[in-house]
T-cell receptor, first 115, second 111 residues
Framework: KAGVTQTPRYLIKTRGQQVTLSCSPI?????VSWYQQTPGQGLQFLFE???????NKGNFPGRFSGRQFSNSRSEMNVSTLELGDSALYLC??????????????FGQGTRLTVV | DQQVKQNSPSLSVQEGRISILNCDYT??????FLWYKKYPAEGPTFLIS?????DKNEDGRFTVFLNKSAKHLSLHIVPSQPGDSAVYFC??????????FGKGTKLTVNP
């Protein structure tokens, strides 16, 4: 069974540009969560989508947005990029978003560098 | 406000010895706790979890202990192996809320 696939793996963008990251969850999984990982900050929750609806949202500015499609694939968009947005962006999928029923499986992440 | 704290950014142990990774939390609504391991250039992988109705859960070389009164949990790895060298994240959840992660502890197991 294929794992969580994130594309692209690496990305370099210029300040002010926008970027779209993609995440394909494990087949049958309906929950997709996005995290930002920066050195010294651990994994910070961005948002979670379940059945095409945003179910939870972290404390990130409105420049960060996402969506989920009917096939559960999810995209994350960051507009007006800032240098501080440079990070590893991780996507996690689970059956229903409840860790106690099944653990979340993470993709390998997209390394975004803003210059 | 950091609700899940891993106060040791790094830990170094000898192969064969015990590794103890600690995690503290502040939110009394958390009732489910997980540990993830992360190698460089890979996503985190689930290791072990514990519900608040338990105080211990064991899986092979990995044991998680939960002390609810102290709002503290720990991960014990016995015996430690060089392949265990990675960053370990503690995570917590309450109800249907999002998973909250700590900042991670980098474990190095020396041969």
């Amino acid at each position: 069974k294929a794992g969580v696939t994130q594309t692209p793996r690496y990305l370099i963008k210029t300040r002010g540009q926008q970027v779209t990251l993609s995440c394909s969850p494990i087949s049958g999984h309906r929950s997709v969560s996005w995290y930002q990982q920066t050195p010294g900050q651990g994994l910070q929750f961005l948002f979670e989508y379940f059945s095409e609806t945003q179910r939870n949202k972290g404390n990130f500015p409105g420049r960060f947005s996402g969506r989920q499609f009917s096939n559960s694939r999810s995209e994350m968009n960051v507009s007006t990029l800032e240098l501080g947005d440079s990070a590893l962006y991780l996507c996690a999928s689970s059956l229903d978003g409840t860790p106690r029923s099944t653990e979340a499986f993470f993709g390998q992440g997209t390394r975004l560098t803003v210059v | 406000d950091q609700q899940v704290k891993q106060n040791s950014p790094s830990l170094s142990v000898q192969e064969g010895r015990i590794s103890i990774l600690n995690c503290d939390y502040t939110n009394s609504m958390f009732d489910y706790f997980l540990w993830y391991k992360k190698y460089p250039a890979e996503g985190p992988t689930f290791l072990i979890s514990i519900s608040s109705i338990k105080d211990k859960n064991e899986d092979g070389r990995f044991t998680v202990f939960l002390n609810k009164s102290a709002k503290h949990l720990s991960l014990h790895i016995v015996p430690s192996q060089p392949g265990d060298s990675a960053v370990y994240f503690c995570a917590a959840q309450g109800g249907s809320e999002k998973l909250v992660f700590g900042k991670g502890t980098k474990l190095t197991v020396n041969p």
